[in-house]
């Protein structure tokens, strides 16, 4: 028999009184089932993630915010829209007038064709010129050709000759010699008394006559010798003659060229100034250069003078491909790959994430990395691109570029315990296999080193 069963109650109280309340045993019981649910969900897996900030952009960057400039400097003379409006490619934005004095004349387009139309004259009369030229020279050298052709001959007609009358002097010589003999035996001969007079002074007439021969035949062959030199400096003449004529025009020739060469070059500056006035007058209409909405008007009022390149209104691009730009720690960056998914928390959209379960998480929208910055951005993070995923919800049509977004790059499971583990030293996520990316650069390397 128990001892409670053979005591009265208030032989109890005191003992009752020392009893275990029974909300410490609901506490205790409470504390011990939380103990092992704690203790089971560190083998529960986590998702490990990289976090990381952003905002909403255009995928394609013709698709981003645009500032249309203006190529010209001008004054503002008409707008054309509003802010807000839409605008189709090629509408006029806003019209520009002049305030540079050079281009004040409203006829200066008629002035440079006039100008290109009388340097066009101009070239073509030296042109004239200048085959006027080419035919002189021509004329010349054939001139030349004709003329030594003519004198060399009379040097070859005189040679001739000389050779002819040296032929004649030395035959009268030979018979002046031999004329001189005969007188000399028959004045001996006379002085003897052994011929008669007569028959001597016709001796003697044939001796004198002999040597006016001679002296004649020499007079000859010293005047075709003189002709024979003269022929010889006549040739040398012409030809420097006509060289000097044929350089005077080749001269001409070349200045006419010179002056030809410097009226084309004017001529190709008068056609470009021409061009870019007639471009120029295109740029007083600002041209919308794609559809999209006037998002904001940087300038403003009518008169108003801006510069070259200067940007006067923004243009939102219609219907962007949206993507998220978000920026990640150097330290993860070794972990992402093309791919990856991504969950994404929008600003303005109500959302529950739990960034190591995603299938629990509310109001998340998911993505795919696409593009990875081979260079650190703003504050020694790098950017990432993370466009929607084609097998998740789509992203919400009312999004705006520039909103705000907070996005986690999935990447292996790992137990809860592990996780808890890394955040309390810091480590950095962990992979059980490289990323993709670094998969292929390698394979290529060794390609490239097998090739070799």
């Known amino acids: 028999m128990k001892l409670q069963e053979e005591l009265t109650d208030t ?4 003992l009752k009184t020392l009893k275990t309340p029974s909300a410490g045993k609901n506490l205790a019981r409470w504390l011990i089932g939380l103990s092992i649910v704690f203790f089971i969900m560190l083998f529960v897996p986590w998702q490990q993630n990289i976090r990381g900030k952003g905002e909403i952009t255009a995928f394609n960057p013709s698709n981003r915010p645009q500032f249309v400039e203006s190529a010209i400097a001008g004054r503002i003379d008409v707008w054309k829209v509003r802010e807000g409006e839409d605008v189709t490619r090629g509408d006029t934005i806003l019209t ?27 070239i073509k009369s030296k042109n004239a010129k200048a085959e006027a030229l080419r035919n002189q020279v021509k004329a010349l050298n054939d001139a030349l050709q004709v003329k030594y052709q003519q004198a060399q001959n009379k040097v070859e007609q005189t040679g001739y000759k000389l050779t002819s009358d040296s032929v004649d002097y030395l035959a009268e010589t030979v018979r002046f010699d031999n004329f001189k003999n005969q007188f000399e035996r028959n004045k001996t001969l006379y002085q003897a008394g052994n011929i008669a007079l007569t028959k001597f002074q016709d001796i003697q007439s044939k001796y004198e006559e002999s040597r006016m021969k001679v002296t004649s035949s020499e007079n000859k062959f010293q005047e075709s010798r003189v002709e024979l030199t003269n022929a010889q400096v006549e040739l040398a003449g012409v030809q420097a003659e006509y060289r000097d004529k044929i350089s005077k025009a080749e001269s001409d020739l070349a200045a006419t060229l010179a002056d030809l060469y410097a009226s084309e070059g004017s001529l190709a500056k008068l056609n470009n100034e021409y ?29 108003e003078t801006i510069k070259e390149g200067e940007a006067v209104v923004t243009i939102m691009p219609e219907n962007p491909e949206v993507a998220e730009e978000m920026y990640v720690k150097a330290i993860d960056v070794p972990l992402l790959s093309r791919g990856r998914h991504v969950r994404i928390e929008f600003d303005g959209w109500p959302a529950l994430q739990f960034s190591g379960w995603p299938s629990v998480s509310v109001g998340t929208f998911g993505g795919t990395v696409q593009v990875i910055d081979q260079v650190n951005s703003k504050g020694g993070e790098f950017r990432i691109l993370v ?55 390698d394979k290529e390397k060794e390609k490239e080193e097998k090739e070799k």
């Open 275 to 303: 061009e870019n006035m007639r471009i120029r007058n295109e740029q007083y209409q600002v041209i919308a250069p794609q559809s999209g909405r006037v998002v904001r008007a940087i300038q403003a009022g009518i008169g």
């Open 11 to 14: 032989q109890l109280y005191t």
């Open 96 to 122: 520009l007038t002049e305030i540079k004095d050079k281009y004040f004349d409203p006829n200066l387009l008629l002035r440079l064709s006039e100008q290109i139309t009388a340097k066009e004259s101009e």
């Open 387 to 441: 466009t929607p995923d084609p097998e998740d919800e789509p992203w919400p049509e009312q999004l705006r570029l520039g909103s705000g977004t907070k996005g986690w790059v999935m990447l292996d499971n790992v137990p809860v315990w592990y996780e808890i583990w890394r955040q309390l030293n810091g480590f950095p996520p962990s992979l059980y296999e490289e990323p993709f990316d670094a998969k292929m650069g």
